[in-house]
């Protein structure tokens, strides 16, 4: 029934998983290098200084200035960070901690859909609700007058689409301390606030900001729904209601007209090199700190 | 106990009950809402035509093209990504399990790969199509799509497969079988329920993603009839329809979105299913 015998099954096997196993191990690198090859065009005819902090941005007249968007992204990403960090360590805390288990059988599925919804849909949920809440009464209420489309709407869109990735590994980390530490705490008189904020936290600290640092890498290369409510004006924002332009969302927004203006596509693909190169580099980051957290 | 210890305490118990249904509260609003506005639009015609002449200033037609289209390129680059997936997840817990280093070093670089945006893959897969010499099409699209979520594929099913008891592996070699015959036949059978899992959310994850089919597959009014043709997606039509100015369009993105978003939840109550069914026949040592 079988058309080879079982060696040369076996040999097949095996050469079908080392192929596999290669293209897997060599995708980085090719990614790498096919982004490389294709900005080295602009790479080669402009310092890497000017590209990175240029603040103008014309490709019509040969100016790549990348710094709004950088800018763009570094506002929207921090921001997110600092409204999410926050909700997701006390909701991580209270669901492992003080709540009972039920809780925690509903934040599972809850935190699944929240991270299964697609980024289209975040983008359309944050033009229905996130931008007219803005423009009503979050602006009014600073006195500024907006129309909504902003770096905070980014933030706030951002913030909430993280949450799952953030809180998934917090619970999973909170989950893997042993309970007789806590309990070690409890029985030297420690109040239990007192033993999760020096004991549990503490002993936690390096999953904590491995979670905070895979949520920033995450939200820094979101593209579809902050370029939904973000504004896209290629300006350097100077408060968080002014609109913005992300990293992300130029390449998603200018792919239709990149082959018709010279070096263009080479400047795309130099933005999506910068999202590499960081998004790599944050993720390295972060596992030493999760492998100095296992070592515990 | 001082009061202040006391009072601390209070406030930062009220402080993590209000971020723990604050985060259920919203998912309640954003699946509300996005029910509450795709309903009223949502109609037999939008799901079962084509758009025809005008459909984009408001006339009639459907999005029947964007969700065909959207299903070939999720199973597409499913069963690729599975394809490529289920052997290294193999290799890494079959052959690599006595070279710890080897294996670790690996799933690092998975979860490296993991966490590169989809717009990176959507641009690299733009360059390969221009060195290859390929136009925005069905395969282009699913190729990339693979690629993205190749690690999310890999991971989910290392996860399951690592929790396979030695024995089971040694009593597979006792009775003859080799490494590859172990790994396909006993692994992949005590593991079942995790690997259509792993599937089933690597096909949500493809039929969700935008940003890396928006260089790639293109966009076409028609239905997906070839491989080398461009097609279209959910995610893409949903964001096209919403950028016009008509409001009917504006309406039929809301319900483009209701249909995404009733797809990517029935598959992912059908994983949670799946996963408690077919828990009962694991062998446990």
């Known amino acids: ?296 | 106990m001082t009061l202040a210890q006391k009072i601390e305490e209070k406030i930062f118990k009220v402080l993590m009950i209000i971020a723990t249904y604050f985060i259920l509260v919203v998912l309640a609003i954003i699946i509300y809402s996005i029910f509450k506005k795709g309903i009223k639009s949502l109609s037999w015609e939008i799901l079962t035509q084509i758009p025809k002449g005008g459909y984009y200033y408001g006339k009639g037609g459907g999005i029947l093209n964007a969700i065909l289209g959207s299903l070939c390129l999720a199973f597409g680059a499913t069963l690729l990504a599975f394809l490529i997936g289920l052997p290294v997840a193999l290799y890494i817990n079959v052959f690599l399990i006595r070279w710890k280093k080897v294996a670790a070093f690996i799933r690092f670089l998975l979860d490296l790969i993991w966490g590169i945006p989809s717009i990176v893959y959507g641009a690299f897969g733009f360059t390969m199509m221009i060195y290859l010499g390929l136009q925005t099409s069905l395969l282009a699209g699913i190729i990339t799509v693979t690629l993205f979520i190749l690690p999310i594929m890999i991971r989910s099913m290392d996860e399951i497969l690592r929790t396979v008891p030695y024995g089971l592996m040694e009593a597979s070699y006792s009775l003859g079988s080799n490494k590859s015959e172990t790994a396909f036949k006993i692994f992949t059978r005590q593991t079942i329920s995790g690997i259509i899992t792993a599937i089933l959310l690597s096909f949500g994850r493809a039929i969700g993603d935008a940003a890396s089919v928006l260089f790639t597959a293109g966009y076409t009014d028609h239905l997906p009839n070839s491989l080398l043709e461009p097609v279209a997606t959910l995610p893409l039509s949903i964001f096209f329809q919403l950028s016009s100015p008509v409001p009917a369009v504006q309406d039929r993105a809301y319900a483009s979105a209701l249909v995404l978003t009733l797809i990517i939840l029935i598959v992912s109550l059908f994983s949670r299913g799946l996963g408690k069914r077919y828990h009962k026949t694991k062998i446990n040592f």
């Open chain 1, 1 to 296: 029934m079988y058309i080879l015998n079982r060696w040369q099954r076996h040999w097949a096997n095996n050469t079908w998983m080392i192929i596999s196993l290669l293209v897997v191990a060599t995708l980085p690198f090719f990614l790498f290098l096919g982004l490389y090859l294709k900005s080295f065009l602009l790479l080669h005819d402009y310092h890497l200084g000017h590209l990175l902090f240029g603040k103008i941005w014309k490709p019509g007249i040969g100016q790549f200035g990348f710094f709004p968007f950088i800018v763009g992204s570094i506002w929207v990403t921090l921001l997110a960070m600092v409204i999410s960090a926050p909700i997701c360590l006390l909701a991580a805390i209270y669901v492992t901690q003080y709540s009972k288990t039920r809780l925690l059988r509903i934040m599972h599925p809850a935190i699944d859909i929240l991270a299964g919804i697609p980024s289209v849909v975040y983008g359309l949920w944050g033009i229905l609700v996130i931008v007219p809440f803005i423009a009503r009464y979050l602006g009014p209420l600073f006195g500024v007058d907006t129309v909504g489309y902003s770096i905070l709407a980014a933030a706030l869109v951002l913030s909430i689409m993280i949450v799952p990735f953030i809180l998934n590994i917090l619970i999973e980390i909170f989950r893997a301390i042993p309970v007789e530490l806590k309990e070690a705490s409890l029985a030297l008189g420690a109040t239990e606030w007192q033993s999760i904020k020096q004991v549990i936290v503490k002993k936690a600290l390096p999953g904590i900001i491995a979670a905070f640092g895979f949520g920033l890498a995450r939200a820094f290369g979101e593209t579809m729904a902050v370029l939904m409510v973000v504004g896209n004006v290629v300006e350097l924002p100077k408060s968080v209601f002014d609109p913005g332009y992300t990293l992300p969302a130029l390449i998603a927004n200018n792919y239709g007209e990149m082959l018709s203006i010279p070096k263009y596509d080479s400047a795309l693909m130099f933005a999506a090199l910068i999202l590499l190169v960081v998004s790599l580099f944050f993720n390295l980051i972060m596992h030493f700190f999760i492998i100095r957290y296992n070592k515990y």
